[in-house]
């Protein structure tokens, strides 16, 4: 069974805080990513890493970035919290050798930033 | 542009109707759709992918590409059934989804 863990279930920081959010995996899964997701906008791609150091922005990374040290690891930091970046944060894996590109999500982490 | 449209955002139906949830896309050239479903207090999962041609949990989606669309059609709804679908599109080639807004089914007994 493929497992994503997130750090955290609930945060809560105040404007301008450096917030890190956590995701590993366990399935040796090279694609990694981190999704926000809010009422009525559905998932929205923050950043995507394909390998370990490699990464790419997604659709709105603004105000964001991401680590990749280790295969199994993908960090999600936001410099300085807003409170516009409250929201739900869904850190997914997949392997880039299966042909199915079945995403793997982990339980989410509802950042509250007051 | 990629896109991935769900025009309801809540689908209210009884323990018992037949369900259908909308899904149109966008993409120049061959996609791959999937269905995800995010159950209460459960994590996102996939539901089914159209390449598969499966029926899950009695949930089918036939991929029409002449009107581009994917809907996920059930003919007969149970209370458990109630979530949140997502309809997501994916490239040839590329490992990102595109995911729509989500449409909430709720079913009532």
């Known amino acids: 069974d493929v497992k994503v863990t997130q750090s955290s279930r609930y945060l809560v920081k105040r404007t301008g805080e450096k917030v890190f959010l956590e995701c590993v995996q366990d399935?040796?899964?090279?694609?990694m990513f981190w999704y926000r997701q809010d009422p009525g906008l559905g998932l929205r791609l923050i950043y995507f890493?394909?390998?370990?150091?490699?990464?790419e922005k997604g659709d709105i990374p603004e105000g964001y970035s991401v680590s990749r040290e280790k295969k199994e690891r993908f960090s999600l930091i936001l410099e300085s919290a807003s409170t516009n970046q409250t929201s739900m944060y869904l850190c997914?894996?997949?392997?880039?050798?299966?042909?199915?590109?079945?995403?793997?999500f982990g339980p989410g982490t509802r950042l509250t930033v007051l | 542009a990629q896109r991935v449209t769900q025009p309801e955002k809540l689908l209210s139906v009884f323990k018992g109707a037949p369900v259908e949830l909308k899904c149109n896309y966008s993409?120049?050239?061959?996609?791959?759709l999937f269905w995800y479903v995010q159950y209460s207090r459960q994590r996102l999962q996939l539901l089914l992918r159209?390449?598969s041609r499966e029926s899950i949990k009695g949930f089918t989606a036939d991929l029409n590409k002449g009107e581009t669309s994917f809907h996920l059609k059930k003919p007969f709804a149970q209370e458990e059934d109630s979530a949140m679908y997502y309809c997501?599109?994916?490239?040839?080639?590329?490992?990102?989804?595109?995911f729509g807004t989500g449409t909430r089914l709720q079913v009532f007994p």
């Open positions: 997914a894996s997949s392997s880039r050798a299966s042909s199915y590109n079945e995403q793997f």
């Open positions: 399935m040796d899964h090279e694609n």
């Open positions: 890493s394909y390998d370990v150091k490699m990464k």
């Open positions: 993409y120049s050239g061959s996609p791959e």
């Open positions: 159209h390449i």
């Open positions: 997501a599109l994916s490239g040839r080639g590329t490992d990102k989804l595109i």
